[in-house]
Each structure stands twice: as structure tokens, then as C-alpha cells.
């Protein structure tokens, strides 16, 4: 067994100086407006971008935020352009008989999304985010019933509802077949 070697401090900021300009392309961005989104000089941002930088963690939290991405995508090994992920590949909890299904197979910094599928006649009780968390729930086939804000409301499919998703809130369906849903959970950056 051959024991792996740390890359290198050039190998890193090599990758980091390619992810970040990948990064910023892919948004159609310029230097200039990526620096004042993350609220850093643009010299700084240029100086990742060369390759030559050493930043702080501040710097990387800086830059990962404006590009909303996890810090770890930053330095990351390149990833290929495109990635299948065949059914059943991503991960699914039950919750009692109702299975929860997330949708995104890497990490978005604050955010989740996942595809809820209530059989006949059952509840899930969601678990209160943090403050200031906003959630976005729309109803794909069947009806769901959710109560948020100590108020009911009837989602048929197509419809969606915005709540806050730093309270009590639970997903009921009625009706005599599935129901299906999907729940965008955006958390309130912390800072």
C-alpha cells in the first residue's frame, strides 16, 4: 500500500487559481465585480486568480461566498464537466413512512433541496431551521397540506407556498394516493 502525499502548497494554489477563474467564468463575471461582491480588493481577487496568492481563511470564506460555493471547491481537484447520478444514487431518509430524498449530490452553503413523497394519509413533522430561514415548498402530484404559521394551506400541483422555516411547520396528505413535493430550504447566511 502506497501512502498518499499532501500536494504541494504551488499544487494547491494552482488548483485554487483555475477554480476560482472556472468559477467566475461560468457566472460571466468580471474580476472587478466578483471583488466587489465579496467585498475584497480587486487586486486580491486577481492575485488568486495568477496563482501566486496565499490567502487567509477570511479571504477563502470571502471568495467561496460570493461564488456560493463551499470553501472546498475552491482548492477541490477539478471535477469532470458533467455527472450522472442514476436513480437511488443520492441519499434518501425515512421519516417514519415518508421518504425524503435530497436533490443535490454536492453541498450548497446554505441550502437544500429535496424531494418529499408522503403516502396516503401521512404526516411529516419538519424540523424548525435556524432564524431566519426561508423555505420554499411546491407540490408536484397529489395534494399536501401544509401548516405553517399556525395557518393551513392546500397545495395542488404546480402550487407553492414560501414560509418561514424557522418554525413549527408539517406536511399532511389527505388524499388516497401519493403525494409529491419538493422543499428549497435557503438558510440565512451566518455574518
Known amino acids: 500500500m502506497t501512502a498518499m502525499s499532501a500536494p504541494s502548497a504551488e499544487d ?3 488548483r485554487l487559481a483555475r477554480n476560482v477563474k472556472q468559477l467566475r467564468l461560468a457566472r460571466s463575471q468580471t474580476q472587478q465585480q466578483m471583488a466587489k461582491l465579496s467585498g475584497l480588493p480587486r487586486a486580491t481577487w486577481a492575485h488568486i486568480e ?3 496568492a496565499n490567502p487567509t481563511l477570511t479571504v477563502l470564506r470571502r ?3 460570493a461564488l456560493q460555493v463551499a470553501i472546498e471547491e475552491l482548492i477541490a481537484e477539478p471535477r469532470a464537466e458533467a455527472k450522472h447520478y442514476p436513480k437511488g444514487s443520492l441519499p434518501t431518509r425515512m421519516r417514519g413512512d ?3 430524498r435530497s436533490l443535490l449530490p454536492d453541498a450548497i452553503a446554505g441550502m437544500q433541496i429535496e424531494r418529499i413523497e408522503l403516502p396516503k394519509g401521512t404526516r411529516l413533522v419538519g424540523v424548525p431551521h435556524t432564524p431566519g430561514t426561508r423555505e420554499y415548498l411546491t407540490c408536484e402530484t397529489g395534494a399536501i397540506e401544509l ?3 399556525a395557518q393551513s394551506y392546500r397545495l395542488e400541483p404546480g402550487d407553492v ?3 418561514r422555516g424557522d418554525q413549527r411547520h408539517s406536511y399532511l396528505n389527505r388524499g388516497s394516493s401519493a403525494a409529491v413535493g419538493y422543499s428549497v430550504v435557503v438558510l440565512k ?3
Request: charged share 0%; glycine share 10%.
Open 161 to 163: 407556498v414560501v414560509f
Open 189 to 191: 447566511p451566518v455574518g
Open 147 to 149: 401548516v405553517a404559521s
Open 98 to 100: 415518508v421518504s425524503v
Open 50 to 52: 495568477s496563482g501566486a
Open 63 to 65: 471568495v467561496a461566498f
Open 12 to 14: 494547491v494554489a494552482a
